[in-house]
């Protein structure tokens, strides 16, 4: 299973950024996938999560109202949609693959490199 994370870069605040997480798997239809976060010195934080389905979809509270994910199983890709991001939401973004939607991240298998979101004027 391989997971290639995309779509970083520098962005103003109050900006908006899509990041793309393609899912190389043949069981990619079993698997929630979600996007983490993470600052150095700081632990993994929980940033969204969404079912093969899309019926079941969590959201941190940072990520409420700012943030959507969606995914597209035909092109085996989930996104996250950023807007109205700030200073704070700077870090590596990190895809990862699991069998159930959940908000903690040893409940996930498969994990992609990571992208890097810069929230900077």
């Known amino acids: 299973v391989q997971l290639q994370a995309s779509g970083g870069g520098l962005v103003q605040p109050g900006g908006s950024l899509r990041l793309s997480c393609t899912v190389f798997q043949s069981t990619f239809s079993m698997d929630a996938t979600a996007w983490f976060r993470q600052t150095p010195g700081k632990d993994r934080e929980f940033v969204a999560a969404i079912s093969w389905s899309g019926e079941t979809i969590e959201y941190a509270d940072l990520a409420k109202g700012r943030f959507t994910i969606s995914r597209d199983n035909r092109r085996n890709t989930v996104d996250l949609q950023m807007n109205g991001v700030q200073a704070e939401d700077t870090a590596v973004y990190y895809c990862?693959?699991?069998?159930?939607?959940?908000?903690?991240?040893?409940?996930?298998?498969?994990w992609g490199q990571g992208t890097q979101v810069t929230v900077s004027s």
């Open positions: 990862a693959s699991g069998t159930v939607v959940s908000d903690v991240d040893f409940m996930y298998r498969y």
